[in-house]
């Protein structure tokens, strides 16, 4: 047994029988070609980019009915560069200036292409290789009918393991039959993990050599929740994964059962609960698992998924889309996130930055780049006329850049009006409390807004200095730290007597260790990621805030994060025993 860990991208866990795809790298020779023939191997080129351009709008339209019109832009990349004539003259220029063939000049072209975006240091162009490969193959499989791994025609269940796998190999999966992918290769934000992501298939990549350590044929478990491949699991894992697989589906089948029930502890006080997305396509299914509104619309995953800063336009049809999915129910937009892990294709961001998590990223990047900011905005208020919605302001980290997003969106609400064009009336205006900063600040910046979010994934970062990417020191990331709980408590506090909503969208809101602290701690609203509302809803209809107040104080009290992470699972498994059992490996 051979236990290999890299970076989780798309939750869950398989197991079955691996298929380990070739990395289809085979060079292509040279071969001269008679002056004669030129003609010929230039038709041969414009043939097989025709047939190449409508395989990929094929694939885009498969892609749009299987996961969104969103997703599916990920394909304009491709088509945009197959139609890019500076790189087609470069094809034509080659096959006359040294007379090769149509493969060769396309082989060695696109290779050069591959090498300028692979020594960038920019994430986002360096995870567009996989891009660059995947056209290249495509068109060399029409030259020389070249044979593709076809994912699509699979006869069993399989877990992939490639070295890489192209957006369009991704996109072509049959999902009852791919029940996993794990690659060498890959970030968070390649194209292959949004699309594996939005297919809702475990997924794990950077693991760097796995191709070398799996054979096709080999049983592999990928958890796709911890970033953990098991290559050849002895009985006793193979048979506690299957335990536990087997123990989640019960539970989970259980909680359904509590989707139609109100979220309201014990005493009968009334918590709201709302789901968190990246795409309006996923709004139904935060719907189905008992979302009572959207509380984090997270808007730069319309930049992510695009190969182009989306226009006003189509950043306004996503979030009417949205409005309409949820037919009157509310909804949190978080303005423009882009920056550390989160990369566009643009150049509003640095790339030689030391460390862009504490560079110009979030409303750092949208109060100096102010016409993308204005059109995100012009777009978010005209949507407004169609439903109800809030505004959050993401990484405020002081009153004046506060004040600066606020009267950057008054400008814009007042030129909407001068225009005639309508829009909701006093929008709600929030913000999110992510940096140490705003939560000391908190009792300031509550007279200048609606409504705090606190967002713990970035606090809890912060605060304790720890980056949440890095394994080397995953251990130190905890929000269980005292520090991170006594933030916490005074942004609640300071909402409290400015009397505006406090509100948790971050992970921990999630984790059912917490649930009774936040409670405990005056929390009567979680946003979170939709598959976790059930268990959360279950836990908040087994306590009472009284009881909740009093977990709360005790866990203050501790001096360091293992107290209070074991303190405070053990009051949930009191308060709902179920809970625990049904996802102690973390599923």
């Not at 009336?425 to 705003?438: L, R, T």
């Not at 602290?517 to 836990?539: D, H, M, R, W, Y």
């Amino acid at each position: 047994m051979l236990i290999k860990k890299g970076i989780p991208v798309s939750p869950g866990v398989a197991i079955s029988r691996a298929i380990v795809l070739d990395a289809e790298d085979q060079p292509i020779p040279r071969r001269v070609v008679a002056p004669d023939q030129l003609e010929k191997e230039l038709e041969r080129l414009d043939a097989a980019l025709d047939h190449s351009g409508k395989d990929l709008e094929q694939i885009k339209q498969h892609a749009t009915s299987k996961i969104g019109a969103e997703h599916a832009k990920i394909f304009a990349f491709h088509l945009g560069l197959l139609n890019d004539q500076h790189l087609i003259g470069q094809f034509r220029q080659m096959i006359r200036d040294e007379q090769v063939s149509a493969e060769y000049a396309v082989y060695t072209v696109m290779r050069q292409l591959a090498r300028v975006f692979k020594d960038q240091a920019n994430r986002y162009f360096s995870e567009r290789v996989s891009d660059i490969w995947d056209i290249e193959r495509r068109i060399m499989g029409h030259l020389i009918g070249q044979t593709r791994a076809d994912l699509a025609q699979l006869k069993h269940q399989a877990v992939v393991i490639a070295h890489d796998l192209t957006p369009s190999q991704t996109a072509s999966f049959d999902r009852e039959k791919v029940r996993a992918l794990a690659t060498d290769a890959g970030g968070r934000t390649s194209h292959t993990a949004i699309l594996a992501h939005a297919l809702s298939i475990p997924a794990i990549v950077g693991l760097e050599d796995i191709t070398a350590d799996v054979t096709t044929g080999d049983t592999v478990i990928i958890d796709g929740n911890r970033g953990l491949v098991i290559i050849e699991p002895d009985a006793a894992k193979l048979l506690e994964y299957r335990l536990e697989r087997r123990r989640v589906a019960e539970f989970e089948s259980s909680l359904d059962q509590l989707i139609h029930l109100p979220a309201q502890t014990k005493d009968g006080t009334d918590i709201s609960l709302m789901g968190n997305i990246e795409f309006p396509s996923e709004i139904q299914t935060a719907l189905q698992k008992g979302a009572q509104g959207i509380g984090l619309y997270r808007t730069e995953f319309l930049y992510l998924a695009s190969e182009t800063e989306p226009t006003e336009e189509e950043q306004f049809e996503a979030y009417k889309e949205a409005i309409h999915e949820l037919n009157g129910l509310p909804i949190t937009i978080r303005t423009l996130d882009l920056g550390a892990d989160k990369v566009a294709p643009s150049d509003l961001i640095d790339q030689t930055e030391r460390n862009s998590f504490l560079g110009c990223r979030s409303i750092r990047l949208c109060l100096q780049n102010l016409p993308l900011f204005k059109r995100q905005l012009c777009a978010i208020i005209r949507a407004s006329a169609d439903g109800p919605i809030r505004i959050m302001f993401p990484m405020i980290s002081n009153i004046m850049e506060l004040r600066q997003a606020k009267m950057i969106l008054s400008d814009v609400m007042e030129d909407l009006q001068d225009q005639g064009i309508p829009f909701q009336e006093n929008i709600p205006i929030g913000m999110m409390i992510e940096v140490p900063s705003a939560a000391i600040q908190a009792a300031a910046l509550s007279k200048e807004v609606d409504f705090f979010s606190i967002g713990t994934n970035d606090l809890i970062q912060y605060t304790l200095a720890v980056d949440r990417g890095n394994e080397r020191i995953a251990s130190l990331y905890s929000g269980g730290h005292p520090a991170v709980l006594q933030l916490i408590q005074g942004v609640i506090r300071a909402g409290q007597r400015a009397k505006i909503e406090v509100s948790l969208c971050g992970e921990m809101g999630g984790q059912p260790e917490f649930v009774m602290l936040l409670l405990g701690l005056g929390l009567t609203s979680l946003s979170i990621t939709p598959p976790a509302i059930p268990e959360v809803k279950q836990i908040l209809r087994s306590v009472s805030i009284d009881q909740c107040k009093r977990v709360a104080r005790k866990a203050m009290s501790f001096d360091t994060d293992r107290e209070v992470m074991n303190y405070l699972k053990n009051e949930v498994h009191k308060a709902c025993p179920e809970v625990f059992g049904g996802r102690s490996m973390g599923f």
